[in-house]
């Protein structure tokens, strides 16, 4: 290329040298006589050196030589030839200097890596990014055999291919993996007269994306195929495009009612669960995916199944979306029997409590008659147990009911203070000794369930007793704000951690640590208890000086805990 | 006027039947219990109760039903009916509107007793 802009800058540098070795040869021909020839041969020589080499003067001889061997010829003045050629030259070098120009753009503008090799195989150019990618300097690669420059090509299985396409002049494509470097290359070879062009590419990003993609694909597919889970594609409006065997079972329809487009997953939803997977689908378009939840699919023939559905959004703008689902009725029905189960066990174990109860509460009238102390006593321990034992099993079949959402509340106006002054006897009753203290608030009225509300309080209660010292004394206050009606039940027990104050009304939440280690219990009781509060449209919530601790060995430790729980005065919901 | 009371219990369990039968007779009430609805219905034929206990889950008949058919028979509807269940204190509205009143097992034996005698007078009391 710098041959090129040399000759460029010719046309005017020329022209004086021209003009100076025009005057000479004309003084210096004149002179010694040279045969025409002679001349004609000068003028080729100089004109392949200049072409081969380039360069300033041997562009000036060959324009001086022919300027000199035409005027002479055609007998035209020399000056005037000279001018004439030098202008044609200098035209032709422009020429010559444009399309070098691009050449070189094109060429210096390739950011790949770049090897272009002679007919003897040399290399005859290399780019920097080629010098890079083999990590070689120039000068190692410079005039070096396409054998020593890319020992990978040439025992490449292919090379003879290659060698036969550059023989023949075809442009060819491959790619292989250069163990050399460690990477995938794709290698364009361009042939042509003057040698072989090579291009190459590093695509190993682009092979290890292919392989994830492609083992993704097979996952993914080997997913759809497996006969464990129904996979579809359905979008926004609710049709279902793409269905896989084990979906279409799933649902009960046939690949042929797919084709027709007849499955829709809005139809597939039971009509009271449309709004909220109406929501869902809403999340879904926001959020990308949704997690799986249980619902019941509705198949053509009418029939239900319960699923476990997730769902990932496909394309944004078609609004696709890809669905799982994992038919679970098995489970469900397993689960719904196990549910049946402890509802009947628990109903099956009231009948002989009742009666227990009632031969020991007839057995505590008659010795009451008697006036026999001593069995009076052991009937009222016996009774305590039996009533425990109700209320235990009361607790469970409570729990089914919230797991159904089944707890219903006969509400009524009742009087909180009654309310606190029938549970505090209670729980007395229960526990004779115990100091229970209660203080009623002036006006307490609520609209409430009075048993639930009475169960809750006793929960309460029951608590404070079994995790206080028999000591000490339980307090009740009840108060009211105008808007809510509050009622208080405060112990010195161990205290609940602040860490623990919200986990405490979790289900089967069972106090831990050393000294409550033989504390019995469900764990189900202030679970309970807070759903019944929840239900009435109030709140309920423990606090504890700083400090307590769970497991608090000294008594100077306790500092005590007291349970709150608010009913708002009117709320006929 | 105890003794003329004739209070009926229907639950197909033995032991309920029992303890409910021993309670009310050392009362000086007059019991009947039975098992089923057909045998209460066999006997419905012949005589009627002063009060009538009727467990909500007997086996092969809802209680709740067989409440509801007395309740709108006419022959039958003016006999006090206390529907019992096992399944917690807390029936819902209307099966406690289907009868007169509900007894939750296991009972205190004084509610039992204050039910007892306030629908049998109750209905003794009534103008015929």
């Known amino acids: ?573 | 006027m105890k003794n003329t009371s004739n209070v009926w219990i229907v639950d197909d369990d033995m032991s309920v039947r029992e303890i409910m039968q021993v309670i009310l007779s050392e009362e000086g009430y007059r019991v009947e219990t039975y098992a089923n609805e057909i045998e209460l219905l066999e006997n419905l034929e012949k005589e009627r109760p002063s009060l009538l206990y009727l467990d909500i889950l007997l086996s092969g008949a809802d209680g709740r039903e067989i409440a509801r058919k007395l309740k709108s028979d006419p022959r039958y509807s003016d006999i006090p009916i206390i529907i019992m269940s096992a399944n917690h204190k807390f029936l819902n509205e209307t099966e406690r509107a289907i009868a007169n009143d509900t007894l939750t097992k296991p009972f205190e034996m004084d509610d039992l007793l204050a039910k007892t005698e306030k629908y049998v007078n109750g209905h003794d009391n009534r103008p015929s």
């Not at chain 1, 470097?181 to 290698?187: D, N, P, Q, V």
């Not at chain 1, 909220?276 to 198949?299: C, M």
């Open chain 1, 1 to 573: 290329m710098q041959t090129v802009r040399k000759l460029q800058n010719s046309l005017f540098s020329g022209l004086s040298i021209s003009v100076v070795g025009g005057i000479f040869f004309l003084i210096f021909g004149s002179l010694i006589p040279v045969p025409r020839d002679t001349l004609y041969l000068l003028y080729t020589v100089t004109v392949i050196v200049s072409g081969a080499r380039g360069g300033l003067v041997p562009g000036m001889l060959a324009t001086l030589l022919l300027s000199i061997s035409v005027a002479r010829l055609a007998g035209i003045p020399l000056a005037v030839m000279f001018f004439i050629i030098e202008a044609g030259i200098s035209l032709l070098m422009e020429r010559m200097h444009e399309s070098g120009e691009l050449v070189h753009n094109v060429v210096t503008g390739i950011t790949d890596p770049l090897i272009v090799f002679d007919r003897s195989w040399k290399c005859m150019y290399v780019n920097r990014e080629a010098e890079k990618l083999f990590n070689k300097d120039r000068k190692m690669i410079m005039n070096r055999n396409i054998r020593e420059v890319l020992p990978d090509v040439t025992h490449n299985p292919m090379y003879s291919k290659i060698l036969h396409a550059v023989e023949d002049g075809r442009h060819i494509h491959y790619t292989y993996y250069s163990k050399t470097m460690e990477t995938w290359l794709e290698a364009n070879l361009y042939p042509s007269d003057f040698g072989l062009t090579i291009l190459f590419m590093d695509i190993s990003q682009k092979v290890l994306l292919e392989k994830k993609l492609r083992e993704s694909e097979m996952g993914f597919k080997s997913l759809i195929d497996s006969n464990i889970i129904g996979v579809a594609i359905e979008d926004s409006s609710g049709q279902v495009h793409y269905a896989n065997d084990v979906y279409l079972k799933m649902i009960g329809y046939s690949r042929r009612d797919l084709e027709k487009k007849l499955v829709n997953w809005k139809k597939l939803t039971p009509e009271e669960d449309l709004k909220r997977d109406e929501q869902v689908h809403k999340i879904l378009l926001r959020k990308g995916s949704i997690k799986p939840y249980e619902k019941d699919y509705v198949q053509k023939n009418g029939s239900r199944i319960t699923v476990l559905k997730g769902a990932v959004l496909l394309d944004r703008q078609k609004k696709t979306s890809a669905v799982f689902a994992l038919d679970i009725s098995q489970r469900s029905l397993r689960e719904k029997r196990k549910d049946e189960f402890i509802s009947i066990a628990s109903h099956e174990l009231k009948t002989p409590i009742t009666s227990i109860k009632g031969f020991a509460q007839l057995l505590m009238r008659n010795a009451g008659l008697k006036n026999e102390e001593k069995s009076i006593s052991y009937l009222n321990r016996m009774l305590n147990q039996i009533n425990r034992l109700t209320y235990l099993v009361n607790d469970i079949l409570d729990i089914r009911r919230i797991e159904d959402n089944r707890l219903v509340l006969s509400k009524d106006f009742i009087d909180i203070n009654q309310l606190v002054e029938d549970a505090v006897k209670e729980a007395h009753l229960s526990a004779p000794s115990r100091i229970i203290t209660w203080k009623p608030s002036p006006s307490a009225m609520v609209f409430a369930d009075y048993n639930r509300v009475y169960q809750a309080l006793l929960n309460i209660l029951t608590n404070a007793i079994k995790y206080s010292p028999a000591t000490e004394e339980i307090n009740v206050t009840v108060m009211d704000d105008g808007e809510k009606t509050i009622v208080a039940v405060a112990d010195k027990g161990p205290g609940v951690p602040k860490e623990k104050q919200v986990e405490i009304f979790n289900k089967f939440f069972r106090v831990e640590g050393k000294e409550n280690a033989s504390m019995p219990g469900l764990g189900i009781g202030l679970f309970i208890t807070s759903e019944i509060i929840k239900k009435h449209g109030g709140a309920i919530w423990v606090e504890s000086p700083t400090g307590a601790r769970s497991n608090a060995k000294k008594e100077k430790e306790r500092f005590g805990s007291t349970f709150y729980f608010s009913l708002p005065k009117i709320n006929k919901n």
